[in-house]
DNA sequence: TAGTTTGTACAGTTTTTTCTGTATGTACTG
DNA sequence: CAGTACATACAGAAAAAACTGTACAAACTA
């Protein structure tokens, strides 16, 4: 039978997600291959991907590469299996903060020390004596990087908050309401 | 006097900024703008932003706009003032809720909008006699978009609790400490 | 009104990113 | 051991993005 219907519900929504990867700054390319991952039953082999996707296989190596740095995909082991297997991993909630854990946590960390370091020098500098102008000028500006600090504090809390998963306390995983 | 202490403490911090706005989908440059309007006293016009960062003023003019567009930076009015004046918005916490909010919700509307219309189509072809595999296919694609829809509930409301402010019950700002 | 100043549309250039095919090293098979 | 299958490094091609200078429209000035 030729119903193209179930194909075609599949691929709506595989385009769907492809589209909106942008928000895990990854190309429409590498959403494609992951939202066919995501519906295939089994675990896929390169050479599988480059069929599906009608790409070289590559653009699926280092697709997949891609993917799995973003810990949003796992290789896989068969028995008796030659080829790598990958399929993406199934829990989309540790998927998502794990994602902006790392990121956010990778920005905070290296504008914190920036601010930080800045500040001390700051600090040393408004010791001695300088003209007036340029002693307002290191006045202002540590009172944005102590701003700029705070919220890199705050910042870091949220992510304490998804990291621990204790945002799971404050907004029920859907599944679990059932 | 020709400290340059003062203006090697800012650049660093700038610097940082720069390169971490990346978590905002924005280039080195842009955040580099970014980062020299946060610290500027006064707002900036194109032409200072243009001496300042050695660019051309269309790319500060793109730029700009692209700050604009994402709720960083607001065009100021002041009088007598000829050119446009623009400044970056003081509430970072608000700028960071503002746009994850926004991008977050539309990938979620998307995929959402997408997931429903595939759930609803495929629940009207298994009314009808397909074939064994295919049903059993159609089965296992409702699985895995309904997982979907769970998720981007889920997710919908962390963004209300951002939205709505109720993140700053969660965890306090740091400013508002003392 | 004519003459400036200012911001941006647009076209062309440079730079960066993505994608492909070939080549190579590694790990299996018999 | 040779022979095969596989993943990926690498170089080059194609596509996309960032950046610039020119040209022009809108807004202001006198």
């Not at 519900?9 to 909106?20: H, L, Q």
């Not at 590469?65 to 810990?71: E, G, K, P, S």
């Not at 998502?96 to 600090?123: P, Q, V, Y």
């Amino acid at each position: 039978m030729q119903d193209k219907r179930v194909e075609n519900a599949r691929e709506r929504v595989i385009e769907s997600i492809s589209k909106n990867m942008d928000i895990y700054s990854v190309t429409p390319s590498v959403g494609r291959l992951y939202g066919a991952m995501f519906f295939e039953k089994d675990p896929m082999t390169l050479d599988e991907m480059k069929d599906k996707l009608q790409m070289s296989k590559t653009s699926m190596s280092t697709g997949v590469r891609t993917l799995i740095d973003l810990n949003m995909v796992d290789k896989v082991w068969r028995k008796g299996e030659r080829k790598d297997l990958y399929e993406v991993k199934s829990d989309w909630y540790q998927t998502f903060t794990d994602f902006f854990c790392i990121h956010w946590r990778k920005g905070i960390e290296m504008n914190r020390d920036a601010c930080k370091e800045s500040i001390a020098e700051l600090m040393k500098v408004m010791d001695e004596d300088l003209s007036k102008e340029e002693k307002m000028m290191a006045e202002a500006d540590l009172d944005k990087m102590s701003y700029a600090l705070g919220y890199y504090e705050w910042l870091n809390k949220v992510v304490d908050l998804f990291e621990s998963r204790r945002i799971f306390d404050v907004i029920d995983k859907e599944d679990e309401l059932k």
